[in-house]
């Protein structure tokens, strides 16, 4: 950071001087500003962390990659890694990271990418997963992430991040090679491997610990809950807790997308039937004899304005009105009072805060970014509710008006 401050010193002292000799110097030294920045920012901020290949080799409190072997890979067939952190305390987080997904040619055609994000929002998706490790992970990680936050009630917790690049819900097992407009589009939908190899590493790193929080945003929401009985099912002695941050989708779809497109032999490997709602099903219509003793915390805004668009383009709808937003958020009330009266320890966290009336959205995930302190639901803060939860081990739900 020190660098950083004298280069920006120097930069400013360089634009005033050039203000008093002429406008061309003035130009190149903001040219060479905005070029050292980018640099900065990407090979710097954000630089891969270092590697290593144990906990036992790391002795601070930051970021490390560590590499998985030949088992997995990214979609698109570039490496894959995941980032520990190593805590002060005996609790672990292990989060898995969203990213979208794809299940056919259209889909497949069009990867996250910067200069795409950079055109902004669009009531159609224009992007639809990330095919590779972007430069994001782990630098980018806030809210619960954080551990400059002294308020983050998880900053002392062990974080295991799990990336997600493969387009299938990090439970694929297939390789496709789709088609679109005459192109071949080769992705490698290996989530399954590559969650093997995390859990596997985790299983030897962290042999024993008290509390887990096993949580996942957006595409990663519906990899928590998938995940969680297995790692119960491992650390039998913990306190398990499972938060699904932006999840719910519903399409007929679902069957065929996971087991025919992806090959995740759902029966076998998730443990519960697949329906219409995957989230759903993967907490109340198990197949297993699942009797663990998990927390299940979920939740969702009522116009996530990625969810909306995901429903709309599983399921073939005109995007040209709100119907299809209107839509998704009933279906997203009814699957959370299913799940309210369902038979498992859940509880919920439904808001419409900071509802964007134009678009007619609200904000898609809470957890690693700025909405993890802002967002609140009956006036408590997002962070607050995860604690209260995890942290003081109460039973509260909000957003309960918003159900009627």
Known sequence: MKATKW??????CAVVSGLYVNALVTAATIAAV?????????????????????????TDTKWHTVDLGDTTTSGDGSDYAMFVRRG??????????GGGACWDGETASRPIKLVGALRGYTRDL???????????????????????????AFRDWNFVFVPYSTGDMHVGNATNTYTHKGK??????????????????VYVNFPD??????????????????????????YTEAKLYC??????????????????????????????????????????HRTDAMTHNIKYLHSNTLYDDTLTRFSAALNHKSTQTNEFIDDWAAHAKASIKRLDEADIHYSYFLTDWGHNTKRHTTEHTLTTNEYYNKCTADGVPFSIWVKRNVIDDEDISLGHELLL
């Open 7 to 12: 280069i920006a010193a120097v930069a400013g």
């Open 34 to 58: 905005i070029v050292l920045g980018f640099l900065y920012l990407y090979f710097v901020h954000f630089a891969r962390p270092n590697h290593v290949a144990s906990l036992d080799e790391i």
């Open 88 to 97: 002060t305390s005996k609790n672990l987080v292990i989060h898995f990271s």
């Open 126 to 152: 224009k992007m639809f997963y990330f095919n590779s490790l972007t430069r994001l992970f782990p630098a980018a990680l806030a809210g619960m992430a954080d551990r400059r936050d002294t308020t983050n």
């Open 184 to 201: 071949n589009i080769e992705v490698r939908h290996n989530g399954r491997k590559n969650c093997k190899a995390v859990l596997d590493w």
């Open 209 to 234: 610990v008290d509390k887990i929080m096993v949580s996942g945003e957006s595409s990663g929401a519906w990899a928590s809950a998938f995940y969680v009985p297995q790692i119960a099912d491992h």
């Open 243 to 284: 938060l699904s941050d932006g999840v719910g989708i519903e399409t007929a779809r679902w069957s065929e997308i996971l087991d025919s497109t992806w090959q995740a032999d759902s029966a076998r490997t998730l443990g519960f039937k697949i329906g219409t709602d995957l989230f759903e099903n993967a907490l109340i």
